[in-house]
């Protein structure tokens, strides 16, 4: 599966066809390395969905790579709930 993302409708329906919603994106980008903060990165999602700025490549390139991980089985969870901390 790769994603053409050009628009806030097809960065929903991608978040939807991966099993996501915003915050579980953001909070498996977290765990991915994203260095932001989680209200930062569904913020900018936010704005992407709803058109205020554009998708940016980085996202799309991210999307890409969890469509490709979830073909092979290996899709990250969310990390909500999982035990840990600093």
């Given at each position: 599966m790769k994603y053409k993302i050009a628009t806030g409708a097809?960065?929903?329906?991608a978040i939807?066809?991966?099993s996501l919603n915003q915050?579980?994106?953001a909070r498996i980008m977290q765990s991915l390395g994203d260095r932001r903060e989680q209200d930062i990165i569904a913020r900018n999602l936010r704005n992407?969905?709803?058109g205020r700025t554009?998708?940016?490549?980085?996202?799309i390139v991210i999307l890409n790579m969890l469509a490709t991980l979830k073909e092979s089985g290996l899709m990250?969870?969310?990390?909500?709930?999982?035990?840990?901390g600093s």
């Open positions: 097809h960065l929903t329906q939807h066809d991966l915050s579980s994106l992407m969905v709803s554009r998708v940016n490549d980085e996202i990250p969870s969310d990390p909500k709930g999982k035990s840990g």
